[in-house]
């Protein structure tokens, strides 16, 4: 498994202990600057998170769906969570939703495409997966119909599906995988949390300054900007779990981070600041669509396959 190595790391941290010094710029050159460096930092540190934290689970006997799901699946979304806390700090919610959105927007449109060639022997394994991210885009549908802001007390109701889905969860398997074994640094791993917070914080200090000199809208940007390259590190850990012939992690990870980003991310938000999903409202439609799809997909497959005894 490839990592990056230790040097890699601490001249990222470098840089983004310069970047913050120099944050009071008004120079729009330096603030675009400064949102692209943090956001490939915030990458290669999510991804450096995910390499270190893949093995240290697999060494402590979490079998392959649990890992995926439960584990590995809150490990791929740590930088959505981290900008989520970032735009809270700074009272601007609206960032954090827009970018977790986008996020599972463009995750769900690159699955919902490979779905029917790849995963069709292991869709079947995860329709209660499937079933609680429906569930998750109908309540946020609703609640994005009735309210510009979610009363606090509502937003609860994103906490409902997450705590049966790890219910369900908590009864996987744990199957020690001597074969698949590989080193792991605490030191990285570490280091990695720490530059994902840190880049965090810089990228959605840029992203409110690029939205106050262009007018451009704050969810806008986070949607169609951290959105878009927030979900790379999923995709690419979806696709090393493919290539390395490993499609129940796939599908774990991305079930997995899927219902941590439509339940405990924007539940959370929602609780602690005013705000709503109106604005996120044809994402949430569309992710419903395409949920739907692979449920329906993998209610067929699965009648297909237990008719052929396999």
Do not use: C, Q
């Amino acid at each position: 498994m490839k990592r990056p190595h230790s040097i890699e790391l601490f001249s990222s941290l470098t840089v983004l202990s310069i970047l913050i010094i120099l944050y009071n710029t008004h120079s729009i050159f330096l603030i675009v600057s400064f949102f692209l460096i943090s956001l490939l930092i915030l990458v290669l540190s999510g991804d450096t998170f995910f390499d270190n934290a893949v093995p240290m689970f697999r060494e402590m006997g979490i079998g392959d769906m649990y890992a995926g799901t439960i584990f590995i699946g809150l490990a791929s979304v740590l930088d959505e969570i981290a900008l989520s806390v970032s735009s809270l700090i700074f009272r601007h919610p609206e960032i954090g939703i827009g970018a977790v959105e986008g996020s599972n927007f463009i995750t769900m449109i690159f699955f919902t495409a490979i779905v029917a060639l790849i995963y069709l022997k292991v869709v079947r394994s995860f329709m209660i997966d499937m079933t609680i991210i429906i569930a998750l885009a109908v309540i946020s549908i609703g609640l994005s119909i009735v309210y510009n802001y979610i009363p606090w007390y509502l937003s609860t109701l994103l906490f409902v599906p997450f705590i049966i889905y790890v219910s369900v969860k908590a009864k996987g398997n744990r199957d020690p995988d001597e074969k698949n074994m590989h080193s792991y640094s605490a030191v990285l791993l570490i280091l990695a949390f720490v530059l994902i917070f840190i880049s965090s914080d810089v990228l959605v200090r840029s992203t409110i300054e690029i939205a106050r000199y262009t007018g451009i809208s704050a969810i806008a940007l986070s949607v169609y900007g951290i959105g878009l390259i927030s979900s790379l590190p999923e995709i690419i850990m979806i696709l090393v779990s493919l290539m390395g012939g490993r499609k129940t992690v796939s599908m774990g990870i991305f079930t997995g981070s899927t219902v941590y980003k439509m339940s405990l991310i924007p539940g959370f938000i929602a609780l602690a600041e005013p705000t709503g999903f109106r604005e996120v409202f044809y994402l949430l439609l569309a992710m419903l669509i395409m949920s739907s799809f692979v449920l329906t997909v993998g209610m067929i497959t699965g009648r297909k396959y237990r008719k052929n005894g396999s």
